[in-house]
């Protein structure tokens, strides 16, 4: 499978817990992207690296959020003392620039639920 | 503040049926819009993009539009199937960067 790879996919978590997700992007692409999604929404920006660089975070994104893509290839989304309002989906989507064109497809992961108890 | 609105309703469409989708959006001027498919539990799928000087694209069943002076995209799939039910997500972009900003979606069910 050379899609976008998520991991976990289910989390359940104790409030207060910290907890980490990873996501392998389609190897060529050099933009990952990081979304929030819950019940009834649709997927909300979080952030996104280009190559190993992160170049943009949402307001969304509070202190307690920390995303790294260390090498330019996998990244990772830890969540530090979670609270309820984290329980969401939690979307990695990975697209390619190098040709330049407006707006290219984005291809997302399966995604990780998590769920905060 | 920037809105992006689809319609709340499930629609609800008999198979053979043409389904159309609304997108509209307010205090955003994108660069280009995109479609997307999401079933539950999984992640959006790409379906089409149309750029702001276009008008419209088509693939296969599905026909986009897209009229910046109305600030609204239409979604079209035509001959619907039950395999269509599910949820579409319009998703605009800027000139610039690959962000997207989604909106609600719109659950379309198809009734064989």
């Known amino acids: 499978d050379t899609g976008v790879s998520q991991d976990p996919r289910h989390k359940i978590t104790k409030r207060g817990q910290n907890v980490t997700f990873r996501c392998d992007p389609i190897s060529e692409h050099n933009r990952l992207y990081w979304y929030r999604q819950t019940l009834g929404q649709g997927p909300e920006f979080l952030t996104y690296f280009q190559n190993e660089a992160q170049l943009e975070k949402s307001r969304l994104l509070s202190d307690r959020f920390s995303a790294e893509r260390p090498k330019g290839s996998f990244s990772t989304l830890e969540i530090q003392r979670t609270e309820q309002g984290d329980s969401a989906m939690y979307l990695c989507?990975?697209?390619?620039?190098?040709?330049?064109?407006?707006?290219?497809?984005?291809?997302f992961g399966q995604g990780t639920r998590l769920t905060v108890v | 503040s920037q809105k992006i609105e689809q319609n709340s309703e499930a629609l609800n469409i008999q198979e053979g049926k043409t389904a159309t989708l609304t997108c509209n959006y307010t205090n955003y001027s994108p660069a280009y819009l995109q479609w997307y498919r999401q079933d539950p539990g999984r992640g959006p799928v790409f379906l089409l993009l149309?750029?702001?000087?276009?008008k419209e694209k088509r693939k296969e069943r599905l026909k986009v539009t897209f009229d910046t002076t109305l600030k609204q995209s239409l979604f079209h799939i035509t001959a619907s199937q039950p395999a269509d039910s599910a949820t579409y997500l319009c998703?605009?972009?800027?000139?610039?960067?690959?962000?997207?900003?989604f909106g609600k979606g719109n659950q379309v069910v198809v009734i064989p």
């Open positions: 998703a605009l972009g800027a000139q610039g960067n690959n962000r997207l900003a």
């Open positions: 149309i750029r702001e000087n276009e």
């Open positions: 989507a990975s697209t390619s620039d190098r040709g330049r064109l407006i707006g290219t497809e984005a291809f």
